[in-house]
T-cell receptor, first 113, second 113 residues
């Protein structure tokens, strides 16, 4: 049981490039989330999904896209990377919302130069 | 707007001492959920403790306990007999309505030998 896995762990992008951050969970959780954590700050929700085929915007969705074709996978797409997207990105999953614990992946450190 | 505020950016205590981390929140909801997450230097986010707002009894998990004051909208974390492994960023978080969790900016806790 690997939990929540994220790839890559580190990435450097040039301004204007695109990339996809991968997230996979093997706990059969319905809910999945993408957060970004800027230096010295808490986590801000980018997008979330309550099940396959259903996604919704969080607090800071601009510049990102997601899809949820399976229960296990929730990739985050960055189009036209900008320096403001330099951050650490965390994927998380939970059985449901409310009281349920969110399980986090190890994070992806992204730098846009 | 629903917010979670941590007023202590950084704290240091000696090993074996007791330390309390503060958290306040703002919501018009009557039922909601509160969490403390720990982020050690490894970056992995780990749930420490959680509380349902309709439960008056304060949650306890081993050396970790909360002081939940619903009227004051306060949710502080007490760590007893602190250990070097407690050194981490601690995030207060809340599901104040809907599916989305809101994180505070965090408190960096140093346990000194």
């Amino acid at each position: 049981n690997a939990g929540v896995t994220q790839t890559p762990k580190f990435r450097i992008l040039k301004i204007g490039q695109s990339m996809t951050l991968q997230c996979t969970q093997d706990m059969n959780h319905n809910y999945m989330y993408w957060y970004r954590q800027d230096p010295g700050m808490g986590l801000k929700l980018i997008y979330y999904s309550v099940g396959a085929g259903i996604t919704d915007k969080g607090e800071v969705p601009n510049g990102y896209n997601v899809s949820r074709s399976t229960t296990e996978d929730f990739p985050l797409r960055l189009e036209l990377a900008a320096p403001s997207q330099t951050s650490v990105y965390f994927c998380a999953s939970s059985l449901g919302t409310s009281y349920n614990e969110q399980f986090f992946g190890p994070g992806t450190r992204l730098t846009v130069l | 707007a629903q917010t979670v505020t941590q007023s202590q950016p950084e704290m240091s205590v000696q090993e074996a001492e007791t330390v309390t981390l503060s958290c306040t929140y703002d919501t018009s909801e009557n039922n909601y959920y509160l969490f403390w997450y720990k982020q050690p230097p490894s970056r992995q986010m780990i749930l420490v403790i959680r509380q349902e707002a309709y439960k008056q009894q304060n949650a306890t998990e081993n050396r970790f306990s909360v002081n939940f004051q619903k009227a004051a909208k306060s949710f502080s974390l007490k760590i007893s007999d602190s250990q070097l492994g407690d050194t981490a960023m601690y995030f207060c978080a809340s599901i104040l309505g809907g599916d989305k969790i809101i994180f505070g900016k965090g408190t960096r806790l140093h346990i000194l030998p």
